[in-house]
């Protein structure tokens, strides 16, 4: 993957975020087996092209969209080695594995920098909330927790497990964030519990909410989940900024079909 500003953070969250990038990469793959049919965002300057659904596709400062085989006839390399078309089947994976949030920070990309700096992020509360140590990642928008079990990620819908590829890589970017072993914590809404018996919360990882994250890097849509509401503004706002600025799934038309429309049957 090209990076070409890299600047260092220590915020826990943060180190997270390249990571999930390479599991965009590596799920956008399966979305066409033939490179013709696969629109590629090339970069001139650096003589790289990027795959739908990662972070610098149609982002840079100077491109244009070609076939990924006439990206290659032109001779740009695939960013990272990684072709878009006829990658390895299977579920998406982490090209570097899930890693802690917790510890030294790393280099990472201006734009998710930029991101995270959103004024319109949520702030954390100054209320007590619930700890979570994260014991398995169920999909995009749903954790276990050792000490309360699963837990609904309110406030955002991820796609559904019939939704390949893209419940693999948003399910993967989720596990980036927060993966196994990590320790978050938990703010209730005015519905702590749905009739699956899960727990409903916003999740937060020192002073980010991963929910917002989860929208605002487009690896999942706003959803308010029944009388859950506090940070419906702030939601919304994100998916509709990854959605104008290319991130996530937008680009590849991953959430073109909205999980609850999915699930309904409308797409």
Request: charged share 25%.
């Amino acid at each position: 993957m090209e990076i070409a500003s890299m600047t260092r953070r220590h915020t826990p969250l943060a180190v997270a975020l390249l990571l999930v990038a390479c599991a965009a990469t590596s799920a956008s793959s399966q979305a066409s087996a033939d490179s013709s049919a696969v629109r590629v965002w090339v970069n001139p300057r650096s003589g790289v092209y990027h795959c739908p659904g990662t972070p610098p596709y149609g982002t840079t400062a100077r491109g244009f969209y070609v076939s990924e085989a006439d990206a290659k006839a032109r001779r740009y390399r695939p960013a990272g080695g990684r072709v878009c078309a006829g990658g390895a089947k299977g579920a998406a994976r982490l090209e570097h594995g899930p890693r802690p949030l917790s510890g030294e920070g790393t280099e990472q990309p201006t734009s998710f920098l930029a991101a995270l700096r959103d004024p319109a992020s949520p702030r954390r509360p100054t209320t007590t909330l619930e700890r979570c140590t994260v014991s398995h990642i169920v999909d995009g928008d749903g954790i276990e927790c050792r000490e309360l079990g699963e837990v609904r990620l309110i406030g955002i819908d991820a796609p559904e497990r019939a939704q390949s590829p893209w419940f693999a890589v948003s399910t993967a970017a989720l596990t980036s964030l927060i993966p196994v072993g990590s320790v978050v914590e938990l703010e209730l809404d005015v519905e702590n519990q749905d009739r699956y018996s899960r727990r409903l919360a916003y999740v937060w990882s020192d002073e980010i909410m991963v929910n917002w994250v989860m929208a605002r890097m487009g690896w999942a849509v706003a959803y308010p989940y029944g009388r859950t509401a506090r940070y419906r503004v702030a939601l919304d706002g994100a998916e509709r900024t990854a959605r104008t600025e290319g991130r996530g799934l937008w680009p590849a038309g991953g959430l073109d079909c909205r999980p609850a429309e999915f699930k309904s049957k409308r797409c």
